[in-house]
Each structure stands twice: as C-alpha cells, then as structure tokens.
C-alpha cells in the first residue's frame, strides 16, 4: 500500500512541476509578445505627443516623394514617386526616404542600391552637408564598372537632394561609419558631393 | 510601414502618339540610309554616303564611289566586247574584267585576287565592298577598315606616325594600367563568366606589342593576374618624368541595354563635385604642386583623339565623362580611363572574347598614342615635312 502510495506521490509532483514549467514559459512568451507588438505600434503610428517642438513629430499629410530608379529597359535614372508619412524634422525625413530607396523596387524597375543595403545613421552638419552611413552591402554587392557605381552613388544624391534642396548642399557616403574612397574602384566618394 | 507607390505613367498625348507611330513604321519599313555605306576619314568625318547593290550577299558599290572617298581626280573607262574596266588613280592604271576577281595594277606589275569578282548589275558596273578595303592601300598609303555591322568603311592616312624609336624621345612613357587583379578584384563579370581584369589585361599586352613596335617606352602596371593597390600603380606611372596614363577597364551596368565603350577623366569638378574649392589656377606658387588636375587640359585633348578614333566602333558617339575619378587620382600625367565594352551586355561581352576585336581595339588605343605624341611634340621627327603633316589631323 505505501509503495503505491509513494509512486502516486512522486508522480504527482512530477505532474504539478511539468504545469507550472509550462506555465511560466507561457507567460514570458505572452509579455514578450505584449512588448513587442507595443514596439511595432510605436513604429507604424507614433501617439500623438503634445509637445509641438518633438521631432518625431509627423507632418499633417502624406507627402510625394521621388525615389531615383532605373527602369529595365532604360539608360538613365527616373524617378518614381512614393508617398510617404514623413516626420517634420529633418534628419528623420532622410532616413524614411533612403530607406524607402534602398527597401523599394516596384517591377520593371532597377534598383541601383545593392541588395541587403541598409541605412545605420545619417547626420547634417551645420554646412549643409549629410552623412550618410551604410551597411557594407552597398560597397560589397557592387557588381562592378563605373556606370554601375555612378548610378549607385547618383541615385542616392538624386533622391537626397530632391527631396530636401534647402537643408542639404552636399552628401558624403560613409560605409558603416567610416569614409571611404570609393565603392567600387573608380569614382571618389572621399569627400562631400553634389552635382 | 507602408508606401503607396504611385507610378510615373507617362501620358500618351497625340503628338507622341503620332511620332511613335511614324517611328514605328520607319523601324519596319526601314530609313532609305539602311541601304547605304557610310564612308569616314581617319577622324570619323563622312566622306560619302554611297547605295549598294546587294548581290548574292555582297556589297556592290558604283565605280564614281572611288571619286568621292578616294581620289576625285579618278578616271575610269568601259569597254564593253572586252568587258575591261580601266581605272586611272593616283598615278596608276588598274583593269579589272567583269565577272572576273583579279585586279591588275600597272600592267601586271602587281595582281591582286578579290573574294567577290566585280559585276554588271542593272546594266553598270559594280565593284565590291572588297575592292575598296584590298586594293585601296595598294594605290595609297593609306588604311582600310569595314565594319559591316555598322555598314561603314573607314579610310585612314597613314602618314604622320612615327617609324623608329629614334624620333621618339625616350623619356615619354606610355603607362598602361590594366584595372583590378588578383584573386579577391575580378572587376565585373559577363553571364558567360569573362572577368574584366582577364580582358584589360590581354589588351593592356596587345598595347604593349604595338607600343614597342612603334618605337614607344612603356610600361605596365601589372604584367600578370596580382593584386595592385591604387597607391602602387600610382608610384609605378609617377617614377616617370613624363608620359601618358592610360587606366583600361570594362563596364557593367543594372541595364542588359548599356553597351558600347566610354571614357572617363577625373575632375573633381565635374558632373559630381567637391565640396572644397579647386585650387587657384597655376601660378608660380603653385607650379611645384603635382596633381592630377593640373594635366586635365591634357587629359581631356588626349581623351577627344581617343573618342575620334573609338567611334569608328560604335553606332553611337562615345560619351567623355568628368568627375571624381579614384583610379586616376594621384597620376601625375595626362590620364584618361577607358571603359572597354560593358561585360553586362551580351554582344559588347562577345566581342571582347573575340581576339580580333581585342587586336582592333589595341590598335586604335596604339593610334591615338602616336596621333597624341605627334601632337604634343613628344615625337622628334627628322624633317619638318612630316611634323607638319603629323598635326594635320588632329587641326583638321
Ligand atoms: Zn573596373
């Protein structure tokens, strides 16, 4: 009798202690969870802050954006037009607009930005001069020749300056925070550009 | 996030609609040139635009084309029961028999075999495209090139280039720079699996071969397939007091459509610009600063002979481009990149293969040197009759 009785109790505590377990893990996975979609929300649509002077702020419409393509028959860069939620600072509307540049190809387009591209930073000094800070995929992933990496590094100062003429006279490339010479061994983005 | 992403349709209004419609036609129909030959001189000026006679697939062309691209002092004569053409130009007689390929100049001192014998077509008497490519420089000192992808002869001078090494002065060097090298820079790559640095380096050879035939001091930057830095070729061109430096690559483009060759110059002041201010032009406080854009006037008068010569390849002209280039960058000498072909489209990467095309394209860079070196006076000639007809055509 006591045998079976010692055998029911052990595996009742085997029981309890596999629910509990399970429960716990549950739990972490559902706040995780929680948190995570709280982050996604913050990202999709920023809550209405009521200081005005945020930069995260948001301009009051959707603005028309040209994001400089190549079409897939064609010899020159065109641009495409995107509308985009833009914040009113700046420096925020760049990084929506080049990581729009480097996320957007619609079909029959080209994209002239290296596949895996992404945008670390960017930052306008008091010049009028942006930095702009890419992953090394824009670097890497150049498939070689001049025109190849003419339309890479105009593509970007087209949309820039396209987008923002009045705050940005001058673009300097920087590939994961560094300056470089050049992407891929002929033109010389070693210093501040335009056209 | 999400982007609403609105098109650039272009509207179609009649205008457009309508010069569509006519391009449209003619590009079926075909223009009335698509029937001609276009003869050029040496610097790519048309000479004549002659209609050819398509014969069992060969180009026939009137014998009156002689006087308009070749000698307009050209005589010529018919006697029908014989069948003998006689041609009198620059100083010699040649008889030719209808149906018949051989070409006697000067009463059989020379014979020439044709591939294709001349015709009477539509009751005339026709001359094949071959006639004008061999017997030509027999008549003159003069060079013949076809190309008949692009339905155009071209009849070049041969004067004005220098012979032997003793004109030339020994201290201007010719720096060929063959772009990438090494295991870890291939450059660009064709579908088919060519790497640009295997294609420049096999003209950056051909080059040499010629340049060393013609007398000319030269060097490469690399010989082999190795890596070489920016900074090592840059040594290897400034150890020379004075020269020329010429960076070959191939192109690639995101567009299968870009072929063709181009040439590019490095100016930081160019289609793309630097922030900081150019240096004040040359004064004498500045003459002992060497850099690069100091030798762009130079740069750029070599690049214009260069695209004279290069179009001869191509339907479109070719493009000369200006701005920060990196592979040129600290040369101090006259430098100009070429773009060879674009290893991204089918045919310039077929071409490129061709060992012909390779020979050609060598031979016309090789042109340029010599038509560059003459102008410049860096070729010491030994009679002031020559020198001056060396510049001719580059004033022309
Ligand atoms: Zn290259």
């Known amino acids: ?195 | 996030m999400q982007y609403n992403i609105k098109m650039c349709l272009r509207t179609f209004d009649p205008i457009k609609l309508f010069l569509f419609i006519i391009l449209l036609v003619s590009a079926t129909h075909g223009f009335s040139d698509a029937e001609t030959v276009r003869f050029v001189n040496g610097e790519g000026d048309i000479l004549d635009e002659v209609e050819f006679i398509l014969h069992d697939n060969n180009i026939y062309l009137p014998v009156e084309t002689l006087k308009s691209v070749f000698d307009p002092e050209m005589k010529h004569s018919y006697h029908t029961p014989s069948k003998q053409l006689t041609i009198k130009t620059k100083d010699k007689e040649i008889k030719l028999l209808m149906g018949n390929p051989s070409v006697t100049i000067d009463a059989g001192r020379q014979t020439i075999t044709l591939t294709v014998p001349p015709r009477i077509i539509k009751g005339e008497q026709k001359l094949p495209i071959s006639f004008f490519e061999v017997v030509l420089p027999e008549l003159d000192d003069v060079r013949v090139i076809y190309k008949p992808e692009l339905q155009r002869v071209r009849i070049m001078q041969n004067t004005s280039l220098p012979s032997d090494s003793s004109e030339i002065n020994p201290l201007w060097t010719v720096i060929i720079d063959p772009g990438h090298g090494g295991e870890d820079d291939v450059g660009c790559k064709s579908q088919t699996g060519l790497f640009e640095k295997d294609v420049v380096l096999s003209v950056a050879k051909e080059i040499e071969t010629l340049c060393k035939q013609h007398g000319f001091s030269i060097y490469l930057t690399r010989e082999e397939d190795v890596k070489k830095s920016r900074q090592q070729r840059f040594q290897i061109a400034n150890r020379f007091e004075t020269g020329l430096y010429i960076s070959l690559h191939c192109n690639a483009s995101f567009s299968q459509n870009h072929k063709g060759l181009r040439l590019y110059l490095n100016n930081p002041y160019g289609s793309l610009r630097f922030r900081t201010a150019p240096i004040p032009t040359l004064g004498i406080k500045n003459l002992n600063i060497r850099t690069q854009a100091n030798f762009l006037q130079q740069s750029k008068d070599f690049a214009s002979i260069l695209q004279k010569e290069l179009n001869f390849f191509a339907k479109d002209p070719i493009a000369i481009s200006e701005f920060p280039v990196i592979s040129l960058k600290d040369v101090y000498m006259p430098a100009v990149l070429i773009e060879l072909g674009y290893l991204s489209n089918l045919e310039d990467a077929a071409r490129l293969t061709n060992q012909d095309h390779i020979r050609e394209l060598a031979q016309t860079i090789v042109r340029s040197i010599q038509v560059y070196s003459a102008k410049v006076g860096h070729t010491i000639k030994s009679n002031g009759a020559t020198a001056e007809e060396s510049s001719n055509p580059i004033e022309r």
């Open chain 1, 1 to 195: 009798m006591s045998k079976i009785r010692k055998i029911i109790h052990s595996r009742l505590i085997v029981t309890w202690g596999i629910t509990l377990v399970t429960i716990v893990i549950g739990l972490a996975i559902v706040l995780l969870l929680i948190a995570n979609s709280k982050r996604t929300v913050i990202q999709d649509a920023p809550p209405e802050l009521p200081n005005q002077a945020n930069p995260t702020d948001m301009l009051p419409s959707p603005k028309d954006v040209n994001i400089y393509l190549l079409e897939s028959d064609g010899l020159e860069l065109t641009p495409v037009r995107l509308e985009l939620r833009l914040y009113a600072e700046p420096t925020e509307q760049l990084k929506q607009i080049l990581s729009a540049l480097v996320q957007t190809t619609p079909t029959n387009y080209r994209n002239p930005i290296p596949r895996g591209t992404v945008l670390n930073e960017v930052y306008i000094d008091t010049q009028k001069t942006a930095y702009l800070d890419f992953s090394h995929h824009l670097a890497d992933g150049q498939i070689g020749g001049t025109t190849a990496e003419y339309m890479s590094v105009t593509s970007i100062l087209r949309t820039v300056f396209d987008a923002l003429p009045e705050n940005i006279k001058h673009v300097q490339i920087l590939i994961d925070g560094k300056e470089v010479e050049t992407l891929a061994g002929h033109l010389n983005i070693s210093q501040p550009l335009r056209f």
